[in-house]
């Protein structure tokens, strides 16, 4: 029993990348490297996708975010297709806002950015929020609503709820796949 070749040389360049620019850096309050949620979200796209500049693009989405890589360097080293995708991911910070202030502006351009993305940017999408709503899940059984101090939200639960449930809609088009119904189960047993 061989197994089917795949070429994953994208991918795994992506994978070596992405570790380089997340190195020493810790997943916020979790106790393990960052580099665990962006394989967690490659894994969710590949429950949707074989396509390995997706898979690329799922290891890459918070380099440009929560680095100092920029969209310039995605592109030259992967292409504009998966440069465009982990752009789309990237959260936009106003210069002079707090992270606070910002949030809900940040969030909301994020839902209607993600409503008018590609179907392959939203599944890319689907990676990082289906990861996310599975640390919130298990970081709320265990702790409960003092969960929501750890983040920068003003509103605490009833914000994450708006905002999660606001990606939902805008990914709604993935409504098929098994990530998206584990994204909304989980959803409904945190927010209820």
Request: proline content about 2%; hydrophobic content about 40%.
């Amino acid at each position: 029993m061989g197994n089917k070749y795949i070429d994953t040389a994208l991918l795994d360049k992506a994978i070596v990348f992405a570790v380089k620019a997340h190195e020493n850096t810790e997943r916020r309050g979790k106790g393990f490297p960052y580099i665990v949620h962006p394989m967690e979200a490659v894994e969710i796209v590949a429950s949707m996708t074989s396509d390995q500049e997706l898979l690329a693009a799922a290891a890459l989405h918070d380099t440009v975010e929560d680095t100092d890589v920029t969209v310039e360097q995605i592109r030259a080293e992967f292409g504009d297709r998966i440069a465009a995708i982990v752009d789309s991911e990237s959260d936009r910070f106003t210069e002079g806002v707090s992270e606070t202030d910002s949030w809900r502006d940040r969030k909301q351009a994020a839902i209607d950015r993600l409503a008018k993305v590609s179907t392959d940017s939203k599944m890319v999408a689907m990676g990082d929020k289906l990861s996310n709503m599975r640390a919130i899940y298990r970081d709320y059984m265990k702790d409960g609503d003092k969960l929501w101090s750890l983040f920068h939200a003003p509103g605490g639960k009833a914000d994450h709820e708006w905002h999660y449930r606001g990606l939902a809609a805008s990914l709604s088009e993935l409504k098929d796949t098994f990530a998206y119904r584990e994204f909304v189960d989980l959803l409904e047993k945190v927010f209820g």
